[in-house]
């Protein structure tokens, strides 16, 4: 791979020069690009595979514009990996020290530069001539015809005013391609965005693509192409799924799937079995109204936190609030930070976000991409633009099979037990299934990109034409359990846009009384049993045969305390019982929790020979108890993010409690001081708390064998 990212590098860079058009002010050709390619290249005997992703920026060049009346865009590649058979190379990974990987890093950075004069192209050439033309002259010859010509990515010959049905050609070299001739015809437009489809023919191309457009520059918000190049000179041939996606102006989160052929099969197989095995779960959670969802948006803004590894910056984020923003799309547009140049968002993280941008992203989705050789330690606090799309929900209406829908949402199938609607980017609901009698049925919901679940006889004009006008197609099917559906209950949500800036900071240390930001607790208070007397009866043991103790029950065995009265008399460390949310007892498949006895330290859990004698305790009335910084009751609140809660407030200290914030989620503790508990948030607002009253005993006897 030694001179393969720098053929790659002039590739994408000749791919992507911005074009021109008369009177377009001069802001609307400056964008960040992200560029998604899967190129498979054959010949006989040889077959290999390219996965690319890229990020392109375009910007007015103000020193060339201080030579004379022109206009001068630079396009630089901040970033580029590749993923091959023969390996994986990513530009962060250049060293600044190495001759020739500095030499690619200056041939990114500097890029190429686009001369306009009165509204047209003049010249392009690249950003620094003589190291362009040294580094080009070490390539075969056979690539240098795919890097020589540099091509607009603003759509050709496109009318001023276009309408649907407007079609034209134009004889170009558009987005990398070789020169062809492209088709082009107008199928959709919306105000100042217009879809249109491509189809390209040449010598040594063919394809076809869909784009939706800015009007006037003709500059895409995105773009999907599917091609086909002989290499000139050559037996090879490469087929490529390429996207093009402007970060600065795509309105919906990015979740593209179609690029990768093996990605979509392992999709389409994964979509298969969940409709073929339907949970009939419904929805995860309540929908939450506009109040509820801008408490839910400020905590997320200060919710990411960064680690550096080597040359990333990975981000962990708040999965027990992310679970909770299902009506929240945040499109990311910017990054900032008073440390390091050139720092960029990529958005294909947006598919991650639900939970929160779990450390575990992959590599190429991560949020944020640094160029290489930036110094990343001491870099405090990032500052991150985005758009969040915030969908609130209106009145539900009920539609039978044969109403009228809201405009953006058609009924594709209608069968006794599935329902399936197509939604084109425009419209956002979540729907219900009803019975008969108009009562909600048990159902299982799953949306997905239209048409993955099929076969297609032509893959790439599947891809393609995926594209709207306002984003990829998305189909959402509902599947009854136990009688067919008579109408559906519809909830509209209206797609609200709220202009935030995530703080995103450096992962405290362990052990940080007042760490900034916030962090949610997934635990939660157990639910009051309704017969909480009859918790001593619902005790079991089990693990003794592992030489451990470890009591289960119901959930609300947390109520209890357990202790160990005789038996352990000789121990040095006096054993003691922890509820543990990773112990399982033996019978059980899944980790419910449990008592686990262990040495006073919590280090050792196996006990050998000996009998013990322990008492569980529980109480025979619970109540829950909340208080607020305005009532406090029994307890105190000590500072911004601290608790004291005496023993005369009687509560049950295996039972846990939730100090909420804003939010109304309990916020995660981080440890305490004395007797002040202090918890991973500003601004506590509410204390919850169980106290237990008229404790009940019983004995168990436990034998461990050597």
Known sequence: MRYFCLFLCS??????????RPDVPASNYQDEFLLLSHQSVSRPGYENEFRINALLRTRIDTDHNQDDDALW???????????????RLDTRDLSDTNQRQQETLRMMSAGTLSRIKNGEI?????????????????????????TGNNTPVAVPGLPADPQPGDHWSEDTAFIGLPEAEARFQVLDRDGDRVLLKADFEGDSVTGAGRLVARLPSGMPVIALLAITVEVPGSDAVIHQRLALVSQRHYQR????????????????????RQLDTPSYTGYANPLHDRAALDRFADALTESLFYTVQENRLPLEGDTTLGLQTEQIDPLFRSARSGQIDGLMVNRLAERNYLLGLPLASPRNEELLTVPAGANLHQLGQIDVTAD????????????AKDDAFPPGIQVARWQPRRVDLHFDGTSSARVEPLGADGEPLAFSALTYPTGIDQEHPDQDRWFTDQLTLHGLMETATYQTRDADVAALRLIPLSIESRPVTFHIRPLPDSGDLHPPGVRHNPRRLPKPPEQPETLLRQLEVTGQNDNKVIIGGPPALRLCHLSVKSGAEDLESPPRFQWDWGARPDHERYFTGAFVLSNDDGFNHRFHDRTLTIEARCPSRVETVSVTPEKPGCVRFQGDNGIVIPDHCGQLPDAGLEARDQTGLPLAPVGQDGDVRHFWGSGIQEVAFMRGHDPVTRTLTVTLPE
């Not at 590739?11 to 021109?20: H, P």
């Open 253 to 272: 989160k990015l979740d593209l799937q179609g690029i990768n052929p093996l990605r979509v099969r392992f999709n389409r197989d994964m979509i298969k």
């Open 122 to 146: 003049v010249e392009i050439r690249p950003g620094e001539p003589e190291l362009h033309d040294r580094l080009m002259a070490k390539l075969d010859p056979k690539l240098k015809t795919l």
């Open 388 to 399: 969040l799309h915030i969908h609130v929900p209106g009145e539900p209406v009920v539609l």
């Open 11 to 20: 590739l994408v860079l000749s791919a992507c020069d911005v074009g021109s």
């Open 73 to 87: 865009l630079r396009t630089t590649l901040p970033w580029m990996s590749i993923d091959t058979s023969m390996g």
